[in-house]
Antibody, heavy 120, light 109 residues
């Protein structure tokens, strides 16, 4: 079955760029699914960051759009997140997830999540 | 502030039926389906209900979902102690982004 695994630095300096990768195993990233990033600040709720299709098409959360880039690497079966100009407010657990493909926001497979702290 | 509105907390005793509401607008719940997630402490969210009322394989039929207009509800019958968790609703918004509710913390008394 499909599994997702996030990886990347756990500590990022303020004003820097957060970079994470989600490796897809047990299936192809070129399947008919959109692939998303979702984050959760400590003690708070879930926030959708954005999504990508294997063709490279993307959709982003309007509140983060100016700082977010999501890309796909089909050769490595993975997709990535870059979030620029980070502040302490970007400290969160970052999850990658697969959309089931119904009418959106139905994430049936999740990575375990990776904690990213923004601090000097 | 979340786009979808949920009560911050809910509670019930074992065996009871509990419902959690989720309110949105015409651009999200009103025109797209609703999904529900269960998040146990320290774990990733788990898809509980998709397309308003469909259960993924393995989800007990104690969990059910419904939608009417711009609101949706998650019902949990035969409440069990292991149902104590945070529950989130989510939907696609016509502005091309996914939106979540703020989450409801369910306590089993």
């Amino acid at each position: 079955q499909v599994q997702l695994q996030e990886s990347g630095p756990g500590l990022v300096k303020p004003s820097g760029t957060l970079s994470l990768t989600c490796a897809v195993s047990g299936g192809s990233i070129s399947s008919s699914n959109w692939w998303s990033w979702v984050r959760q600040p400590p003690g708070k709720g879930l926030e959708w960051i954005g999504e990508i299709y294997h063709s490279g098409s993307t959709n982003y959360n309007p509140s983060l759009k100016s700082r977010v880039t999501i890309s796909v690497d089909k050769s490595k079966n993975q997709f990535s997140l870059k979030l620029s100009s980070v502040t302490a407010a970007d400290t969160a657990v970052y999850y990658c997830a697969r959309d089931l493909g119904t009418s959106g926001a139905a994430f049936d497979i999740w990575g375990q999540g990776t904690m990213v702290t923004v601090s000097s | 502030q979340s786009v979808l509105t949920q009560p911050p907390s809910a509670s019930g005793t074992p065996g009871q039926r509990v419902t959690i509401s989720c309110s949105g607008s015409s651009s999200n719940i009103g025109s797209n389906t609703v999904n529900w997630y269960q998040q146990l402490p320290g774990t990733a969210p788990k898809l509980l209900i998709y397309s308003n009322n469909q259960r993924p394989s393995g989800v007990p039929d104690r969990f059910s979902g419904s939608k009417s207009g711009t609101s949706a509800s998650l019902a949990i019958s035969g409440l069990q102690s292991e149902d104590e968790a945070d529950y989130y609703c989510a939907a696609w918004d016509d502005s091309l982004n996914a939106v979540f509710g703020g989450g409801t913390k369910l306590t089993v008394l």
